[in-house]
């Protein structure tokens, strides 16, 4: 078990380009979990899969990112077009049906930063 | 899910029991409490949770009142590396798959 894995670490990028993260959950964990946190506040809910399948969305996600989760296994969350209100920490967290009350695993983060 | 109220910052000395409070009086019956912490730079890192008994783990106890209407973490020789922001967090089970993380309390333990 090597925990959730979040890559980059940290990302600068010019305002309007697209931006990709990725995200490695713990491997047994089917389901996965998108969290954005900006200065001075607690993470905030993006989206959430099971396997494969995107199940839920926070009207936090705007038609600027997209969530893809292909083979049930690793997940990216994408950014098109960036704005300076994006810049934030992008936070991923996995955890297996049936075990979401002992909480959630949480990786890292990826730190964006739009100049 | 219900409200929580965290004071915004504390202080503990290193070695001495940090008493986190939490006040969530709207609780309903069916939800838990829920602690995480956040080390800075880090993803939030989830420490305890209860419904009505207290708890207790390597990491933390949790006492929550008799009236379910307020909980305290308790750490019992709080180290420096303890310095972090803890969140309180209220969540039924199977109510979905989010959990709202307010802006917690930022605990500093002190040399």
């Known amino acids: 078990d090597t925990g959730v894995s979040q890559d980059p670490r940290h990302k600068i990028t010019k305002r309007g380009q697209n931006v990709t993260f990725r995200c490695d959950p713990i491997?047994?964990?089917?389901?996965l979990y998108w969290y954005r946190q900006t200065l001075g506040q607690g993470p905030e809910f993006l989206t959430y899969?099971?396997?494969?399948?995107?199940?839920?969305k926070s009207r936090l996600l705007s038609d600027r990112f997209s969530a893809e989760r292909p083979k049930g296994s690793f997940s990216t969350l994408e950014i098109q077009r960036t704005e300076q209100g994006d810049s934030a920490m992008y936070l991923c967290a996995s955890s297996r049906s049936g075990t979401e009350i002992y909480g959630y695993t949480f990786g890292s983060g990826t730190r964006l930063t739009v100049v | 899910d219900a409200k929580t109220t965290q004071p915004p910052s504390m202080d503990c000395a290193e070695g001495r029991a940090a008493n986190l409070p939490c006040n969530h009086s709207t609780i309903s019956g069916n939800e838990y409490v829920y602690w995480y912490r956040q080390i800075h730079s880090q993803g939030p890192q989830y420490i305890i949770h209860?419904?009505?008994n207290n708890e207790t783990n390597e990491m933390a106890s949790l006492i929550i009142t008799e009236d379910r209407k307020s909980s305290t973490l308790i750490l019992p020789h709080a180290t420096l590396r303890d310095t972090a922001v803890y969140y309180c967090i209220v969540r039924a089970p199977h109510t979905g798959n989010q959990f709202y993380f307010g802006t917690g309390t930022s605990l500093t333990v002190i040399p």
């Open positions: 491997s047994e964990h089917n389901r």
């Open positions: 209860g419904l009505k």
């Open positions: 899969f099971q396997n494969e399948a995107q199940l839920e």
